[in-house]
């Protein structure tokens, strides 16, 4: 399998592609916003301040396009696996909200990087909640969007701070933000000369997939080619993990393909 797809009990999921469901509802205001000037400016501009400026990982419309499509991936699989989702139901909207909920916190959750890499989750409220007014009057009635548009700022907030996911919709976005971690995230700073810990462990991740499970809904697989990617897996996806509510529905396992061939196998 291509290292830049992702497997799910036979499905093949493009993390650059639209993820398709059975409600037209997410496809339709996805669509909508792929083609929004202002929110592909805000996906430019976020990564001058983590990338040019700071040294980090990719945090443009590539990180977001996977994190996007890992999102939905990770909702499906949960919904297949029988998780509940709490976000869309307790403020009284459908459950075709969910997906829309996960998938446009996803789109807008780092463009608060255009204030500042630090704290930038708390810099996106503000500017995401501008765009969400000018968007969300096209799909939704007065009510609604104000349902909507706070369980997506609550998704987004919650991706990384210290304050606690308290809807299953929150929870996806939180672990969905770790998930983009293979080498391609890393090239950036690699080639301008960058080698912090970021940079070298995402260098050795090479693949992640997401599965159905046998006991648990969700399986993510990492596959490494050296033990630095273990940095990327323990403090990044497992820290992410821990206190998203999903830790009962997700397990990790990591692989490193050793150059004497052998394959270590650590479980988390």
Known sequence: MADDLLDNGGRTYDPEADHAFPDERVNAILEYVDDDEEIAAYLDAQNVNPVQRKGYNDHGSKHVSIVRNRALCLYDLLKAGGVAFNGARQ???????EPVIIGLAAVLHDIGHIVHRDSHAYYSIPLAADV????????????????IKGEILHAILCHHTVEE???TEAGVMRVADALDMERGRSRMPYRQGGRGIDTLSSQAITQVALLEGDEFPVLVEITMTDAAGVYQVDELLKSKLNGSGLEEHIRIVAMNTREDDLLERIEL
Do not use: K, N
């Open 165 to 167: 996911p308290l809807t």
């Open 91 to 97: 403020q009284g909207l459908d459950e075709a909200d």
């Open 132 to 147: 969400l007014d000018r968007i969300l009057p096209a799909f939704y009635d007065t009510e609604a969007r104000i349902r």
